[in-house]
């Protein structure tokens, strides 16, 4: 147990350890060396495990149907190509899933990002008799679920006109993604010195113009994580689009895919090209924008 | 309250507004002024509002109305009072949708959670594998859960899919099962699928929960000779207090909402083994044209999230005003 640290106890070899950087590890003895390559071991194999669903849909995808009927899914086949991808981008019309998730999402979220730190301003940098309960009020909305609103919103949707259309989707995915996009943008704001905005005010500044030309600047990081976390549920919203969607022409691409799974029954290799397809942009949006998205998520989560 | 200084500018030119008149003018100006200043945070906070009550409150509370009467959907509506919740605990279909989204909630809250603290703990500190591994951990979590459902269906797919082929290869033919096919298997293989998913959630949030802890804390308990053991423990659990309640709340009302993977991989079956409060809900009212008792089973379980949100967001917002 005790190689070069003399008599210190084991478990603070193990806490100095974790504080320090790879390199000095493995500097230092042969116990030392081993642990760390069955960590690294361990850590692999755990990443391997974890990813295997997503690695064996890429592997079905990526082979003919025949070869996965011959070989099973859990041969590595003989065979590659991009031809499923292909079929399920235009047998399935993904294009126009596509494009129907691309046009409520860029619609929904600047629209709500706008009026969420319309909303915010106030929440967090004016003092006013109802701000708690009003905030309370929205953020209970947290809990509220989609499910109890849908029938409801179906009557309202048919009474104003837009029934089964795309735009029936933009007003209740504005007010269910309201208390979250409050929440955020609250948080940011609170963090804006108060003194900034106590000396606009003795200028003469209006509330308009402070919340415009005094925080927003300085809270773009926020308003960049918010963007990325509001396009991610819009994106993936399913059960409002389900009841208020009518025709495929119209449906959303998570709707699309379930088109998919009734079009494709047995052609599981295009099937699950459709899914990759489905959830490639998010993994995608992932790669380049990973920090925003966990800093963005934390953030909510801490008390500002 | 004085005027404001550009009513005095003008006043003192003499050709704006109405002429002065002791308190009388005094006495507008100060309503002018509460009205222009007091209405203020109003004006910001109504767009969203009249979005969130029109489009979240009132419909939540249409459902409620309808909850208390047998409407099918179309025809009279009648008034039924609390029947709907009666049938709710003498119906086995809701009792199973209750259960199992009891056992959900219950999984959620403790297994993502614990295996997410215990993650995060591991990935603490320095070492580029750490960012990468926790972006893993964390990329379910963005993808849609339809994608998820149909990506989890293929590998639990009795003739195809990846479990079975994998156990036949290895001469354990025996061992296929029927994964979402059977009751027994059904809802471990969805929760299986519920844990890969919200898993990221934790860690994220306890990486950054573990970034507030004094490093000296540590340090000084360690002097004093306690383990490893005891500083998990004794400070990194208590420190921690604040995101224990955010992502027990969160993952509680997650678990609840449960919908897209039980539509999309079992429908609630077989024999509504599999089936939670969302879907039979939703069932109720778009498949049997039960829109009074499909609203009392919504009813139900908004306010079991109601239950966890209210004190959730009252402890969020302590000491604002």
Same mark, same amino acid.
């Given at each position: 147990?005790?190689t070069?640290?003399?008599?210190?106890p084991?478990?603070?070899?193990?806490? =100095?350890q974790?504080?320090?950087? =790879?390199?000095?590890m493995l500097?230092r003895g042969?116990r030392?060396?081993l642990?760390a390559?069955?960590?690294?071991v361990?850590?692999?194999?755990g *990443?391997?495990?974890?990813?295997?669903?997503?690695?064996?849909?890429?592997?079905?995808?990526?082979q003919?149907?025949?070869?996965?009927i011959?070989?099973?899914?859990?041969a590595?086949?003989e065979?590659?190509?991009?031809?499923?991808?292909?079929?399920?981008?235009?047998?399935?019309?993904?294009?126009?899933?596509?494009?129907?998730?691309l046009?409520i999402?860029?619609?929904k979220v600047?629209?709500?990002?706008?009026v969420?730190?319309?909303?915010a301003?106030?929440?967090?940098?004016v003092r006013?008799r109802?701000?708690?309960? *009003?905030?309370v009020?929205?953020?209970?909305?947290?809990?509220?679920?989609?499910?109890?609103?849908?029938y409801?919103?179906?009557?309202?949707?048919?009474h104003?006109?837009?029934?089964?259309?795309?735009?029936?989707?933009?007003?209740?995915y504005l007010?269910f993604?309201m208390?979250?996009?409050?929440?955020?943008?609250?948080?940011?704001?609170?963090?804006?010195?108060?003194?900034?905005v106590?000396?606009?005010r003795i200028?003469?500044?209006?509330?308009?113009f402070?919340?415009?030309? *005094?925080?927003?600047?300085?809270?773009l990081?926020a308003?960049?994580?918010?963007?990325?976390?509001?396009?991610?549920?819009?994106?993936?919203?399913?059960?409002?689009?389900?009841t208020?969607?009518?025709?495929?022409?119209?449906?959303?691409?998570?709707?699309g895919i379930l088109?998919l799974?009734?079009q494709?029954?047995?052609?599981?290799?295009?099937?699950?090209?459709?899914v990759?397809?489905?959830?490639?942009?998010?993994?995608?949006?992932?790669?380049?924008?990973?920090?925003?998205?966990?800093?963005g998520?934390?953030?909510?989560?801490?008390?500002? | 309250?004085?005027?404001?200084?550009?009513e005095?500018?003008?006043?003192?030119?003499?050709?704006?507004?109405?002429?002065?008149?002791g308190?009388?003018?005094?006495?507008?100006s100060?309503?002018?002024?509460?009205?222009?200043?007091?209405?203020?945070?109003? /004006?910001?906070?109504?767009?969203?509002?009249?979005?969130y009550?029109a489009?979240?409150?009132?419909?939540?509370?249409?459902?409620?109305?309808?909850?208390?009467?047998?409407?099918?959907?179309?025809?009279?509506?009648?008034?039924?009072?609390?029947?709907? /919740?009666?049938?709710?605990?003498?119906d086995?279909g809701?009792?199973?949708?209750?259960?199992?989204?009891?056992?959900?909630?219950?999984?959620?809250?403790?297994?993502?959670?614990?295996?997410?603290?215990?993650?995060?703990?591991?990935?603490?500190?320095?070492?580029?594998?750490?960012?990468p591994?926790l972006?893993?951990l964390y990329?379910?979590?963005?993808?849609?859960?339809?994608?998820?459902?149909l990506?989890?269906?293929?590998?639990?797919?009795?003739q @195809?899919?990846f479990?079975?082929?994998?156990?036949?290869?290895?001469?354990?033919?025996?061992?296929t099962?029927?994964w979402?096919?059977?009751?027994?298997?059904?809802?471990?293989?969805?929760?299986?699928?519920?844990?890969w998913?919200s898993?990221? @959630?934790?860690?994220v949030?306890?990486?950054?929960?573990?970034?507030?802890i004094?490093?000296?804390? /540590?340090?000084?308990?360690?002097?004093?000779?306690?383990?490893?053991?005891?500083?998990?423990?004794?400070?990194?659990?208590?420190?921690?207090?604040?995101?224990?309640?955010v992502?027990i709340s969160?993952?509680?009302?997650?678990a609840?909402?449960?919908?897209?993977?039980?539509?999309a991989?079992?429908?609630?079956?077989?024999?509504?083994?599999?089936?939670?409060?969302? @879907?039979w809900?939703?069932?109720?009212?778009f498949?049997?044209?039960?829109?009074?008792?499909?609203?009392a089973?919504?009813?139900?379980?908004a306010?079991?999230?109601?239950a966890?949100?209210?004190?959730?967001?009252?402890?969020m917002?302590?000491?604002?005003?």
């Open positions: 147990m005790l070069q640290s003399g008599a210190k084991a478990h603070e070899q193990v806490a =100095a974790s504080a320090h950087s =790879a390199s000095k500097r042969p030392r060396r642990r390559v069955i960590a690294a361990v850590v692999v194999l *990443v391997i495990v974890f990813a295997a669903p997503l690695i064996i849909v890429v592997v079905t995808a990526l003919p149907e025949f070869s996965l011959q070989r099973g899914p859990a590595l086949p065979h590659f190509d991009l031809g499923n991808f292909a079929a399920a981008w235009t047998n399935g019309d993904l294009a126009t899933y596509y494009r129907n998730s046009l999402l860029v619609v600047p629209i709500g990002i706008v969420a730190s319309l909303a301003y106030p929440l967090a940098k006013f109802l701000r708690r309960p *009003v905030l009020v929205v953020l209970v909305g947290l809990g509220v679920p989609q499910v109890i609103t849908l409801p919103l179906l009557e309202t949707m048919r104003i006109g837009f029934g089964g259309s795309l735009w029936a989707l933009l007003l209740p007010a993604g208390p979250f996009e409050i929440l955020i943008m609250r948080g940011a704001f609170a963090k804006v010195p108060l003194e900034l106590e000396a606009a200028d003469g500044a209006s509330e308009r402070i919340w415009l030309r *005094v925080c927003m600047p300085m809270v990081p308003v960049a994580s918010l963007a990325i976390l509001d396009g991610v549920a819009t994106w993936n919203e399913f059960v409002i689009a389900l208020l969607l009518g025709g495929q022409s119209n449906d959303t691409l998570p709707l088109n799974q009734g494709f029954q047995t052609n599981y290799a295009q099937l699950e090209a459709g990759i397809l489905c959830i490639l942009p998010m993994i995608l949006l992932f790669v380049v924008a990973r920090k925003y998205l966990t800093q998520v934390a953030s909510g989560a801490l008390k500002s | 309250m004085r005027p404001a200084p550009v005095r500018d003008l006043r003192l030119i003499g050709n704006a507004g109405p002429p002065t008149r308190l009388a003018r005094r006495g507008w100060v309503l002018e002024h509460l009205l222009a200043r007091g209405l203020v945070p109003y /004006y910001f906070l109504a767009p969203a509002l009249l979005i009550f489009f979240l409150v009132v419909p939540m509370f249409t459902s409620l109305w309808y909850s208390l009467t047998n409407w099918s959907g179309v025809g009279p509506m009648h008034f039924v009072g609390a029947a709907n /919740y009666r049938e709710i605990f003498s086995p809701s009792l199973l949708a209750l259960r199992n989204t009891g056992i959900w909630a219950l999984v959620m809250v403790t297994v993502p959670t614990a295996v997410g603290l215990l993650l995060a703990n591991f990935l603490r500190g320095r070492g580029w594998w750490k960012g591994v972006a893993i990329l379910p979590a963005v993808l849609p859960m339809i994608g998820v459902a990506l989890w269906g293929w590998i639990y797919n009795p @195809f899919g479990i079975n082929s994998l156990l036949s290869e290895m001469g354990l033919g025996g061992l099962v029927d979402l096919g059977s009751r027994t298997s059904a809802i471990p293989a969805l929760l299986v699928a519920g844990i998913v898993v990221g @959630f934790p860690v949030l306890y990486t950054a929960g573990l970034q507030t004094a490093p000296e804390l /540590y340090e000084a308990a360690r002097v004093d000779g306690a383990g490893r053991w005891s500083l998990f423990r004794h400070i990194t659990i208590p420190g921690l207090r604040q995101m224990h309640v992502i969160l993952e509680i009302i997650g609840l909402q449960t919908f897209a993977i039980i539509y991989l079992t429908a609630g079956g077989p024999g509504n083994s599999t089936q939670v409060l969302g @879907f809900m939703y069932q109720n009212i498949s049997f044209h039960r829109v009074g008792y499909g609203s089973i919504g009813w139900l379980l306010i079991m999230g109601l966890v949100a209210i004190p959730y967001v009252l402890w917002t302590r000491g604002d005003d």
